[in-house]
C-alpha cells in the first residue's frame, strides 16, 4: 500500500518562500505520476500541481503558475513543491498524491492521497 507524507509547512508571511516535502513508501516512486492539491477551510479541494514520473511533464493550475513549482527525485523517493510570493489565499491544507499511472499530472483522480500538511499565510 502506497503511503504518503509530507511536510514542510508552516506560519508565513505575505511574500514569502516555502519548499513542501512528499515522502512515498510502499511503493516505487519512478512509477508514479505524481502531485499536489490543496484544501482551504470551508473550500473544496483543489488541484495544485502534477508531474509525471520522469519529471518532463508538468502541469499547475492558473492560480500558483509563476509561483509554484514542482519536482521530484525519484533516486530519493521525494516529491518537492516549492512555493515563492505567497498571499493569504494559499493558506490551505496542501496535500500530496499518486497515481498509479505514470503519465498522471493532474487529470482525473489520484489513486492516492496523504494526509496534508498545513500552510497559513498572513498579512
Known amino acids: 500500500q502506497v503511503q504518503l507524507l509530507e511536510s514542510g509547512g508552516g506560519l508565513q508571511q505575505t511574500g514569502d518562500s516555502l519548499r513542501l516535502s512528499c515522502s512515498i513508501s510502499?511503493?516505487?516512486?519512478?512509477?508514479?505520476?505524481m502531485g499536489w492539491f490543496r484544501q482551504a477551510p470551508g473550500k473544496e479541494r483543489e488541484f495544485v500541481a502534477g508531474?509525471?514520473?520522469?519529471?518532463?511533464?508538468?502541469s499547475y493550475a492558473d492560480s500558483v503558475k509563476g509561483r509554484f513549482t514542482i519536482s521530484r527525485d525519484n533516486a530519493k523517493n521525494m516529491v518537492y513543491l516549492h512555493m515563492i510570493n505567497l498571499t493569504p489565499e494559499d493558506t490551505a491544507n496542501y496535500i500530496c498524491v499518486a497515481s498509479r499511472h505514470p503519465y498522471w499530472r493532474g487529470t482525473g483522480p489520484p489513486d492516492y492521497y496523504g494526509q496534508g500538511t498545513q500552510v497559513t499565510v498572513s498579512l
Open positions: 508531474i509525471t514520473w520522469s519529471g518532463t511533464m508538468t
Open positions: 510502499g511503493g516505487a516512486l519512478s512509477s508514479h505520476g
